[in-house]
């Protein structure tokens, strides 16, 4: 099925990102400026979830 575009990014579970965990709790207020760091962020927080 294909995803539905009329779809928000909030409503996707298994979507990850640097300032949200999966529950939707924040880790920061803002997403950060710079790209590179949230992918970062975001690479790091999925790898410790296999170590936990």
Do not use: C, V
């Amino acid at each position: 099925m294909p995803p539905d575009p009329a779809a928000s990014d909030d409503d996707d579970e298994l979507r990850m990102a640097a300032w949200r965990d999966f529950d939707g709790t924040l880790h920061m207020e803002k997403p950060p400026a710079n790209p590179a760091i949230a992918l970062t962020l975001a690479m790091m927080r999925g790898q410790s979830m296999h170590f936990e």
